[in-house]
């Protein structure tokens, strides 16, 4: 029952339960579920991607205060 409440909510079960406070839709776990599946060196590079953006987002909103 409760896949099927966390389908049609489209969010983690973790999410549902209390678990978590972080919230991932269904097109986030695919996109997590894809990079787990990649070799290391290819997961590596993509991780290495999304620091990187994540550490322009942080010096963009440090600047922007």
């Known amino acids: 029952m409760i896949l099927k409440i966390s389908d049609a909510l489209?969010?983690?079960?973790?999410?549902?339960?209390?678990?978590?406070?972080?919230?991932?839709?269904?097109?986030?776990?695919?996109?997590?579920?894809?990079?787990?599946s990649m070799s290391e060196e290819k997961r590596k590079y993509v991780f290495s991607l999304i620091d990187m953006a994540i550490r322009d987002y942080k010096t963009q909103n440090a600047y922007a205060s």
């Open 10 to 36: 489209d969010i983690n079960i973790d999410f549902l339960v209390g678990k978590t406070d972080l919230e991932l839709d269904s097109q986030t776990l695919k996109r997590i579920e894809a990079i787990s």
